[in-house]
């Protein structure tokens, strides 16, 4: 049971952060000639921050479970490690992402050029709720690896996700 989560852990990882390079190139990149400085920055926020620190966490659990086995504490040390960059980059991302929301809708609306770029794309809010779900699933996760390998650090990480989603949901 615990090696069937680390690699669910690891494949949704992987999955993620694949979602997110394809986001930021089939994306970000091309509508920054359609739209201002101004709209992608709303929209977009800090996405390629995200990106960056979700890419560099599953090259540290690719190295963790390859090193050490599909065990708990293979995914947990990545995270204890990575946390303190994670959730202040979405803490910015889940705090913009009502506004980015009501900005591609006018967009949508309102510019011809962006109404046509989109068409037959998946829609853009697609991609921009995963960020949003990541952390409670993350939660979800660890909260299955907890029933089956119970550790210290392992609770830690699950109440340091749980602060920041509170802390998150006021914010929000």
């Known amino acids: 049971m615990e090696a069937n989560i680390v690699k669910e852990i690891m494949l949704t990882e992987r999955t993620y952060v694949n979602m997110m390079i394809e986001f930021i190139t089939t994306y970000k990149r091309p509508l920054e000639g359609i739209l201002s400085n101004e709209e992608c920055s709303t929209i977009f926020s800090n996405i390629v921050q995200l990106e960056q620190v979700n890419r ?3 090259e540290d659990l690719g190295r963790e479970v390859e090193t050490n086995g599909e065990k708990a504490s293979s995914i947990i040390q990545p995270f204890i490690r990575h946390l303190p960059f994670m959730l202040p980059l979405y803490t910015v ?3 913009n992402y009502g506004e980015a929301n009501r900005l591609i809708s006018d967009l949508h609306d309102n510019n011809k050029r ?4 989109l068409v037959n794309k ?17 939660m979800l996760l660890f909260k299955e690896l907890n029933k089956c390998a119970p550790s210290d ?15 998150i ?4």
């Open 114 to 117: 962006l109404k046509a770029w």
């Open 93 to 95: 991302f889940i705090s």
């Open 169 to 172: 949901n006021n914010i929000a």
């Open 153 to 167: 650090d392992l609770a830690m990480v699950i109440k340091t996700l749980e602060d920041a989603a509170k802390q």
């Open 56 to 58: 560099h966490l599953l």
């Open 122 to 138: 998946k829609p853009l809010q697609q991609y921009m709720v995963c960020p949003v779900s990541r952390l409670p699933r993350y």
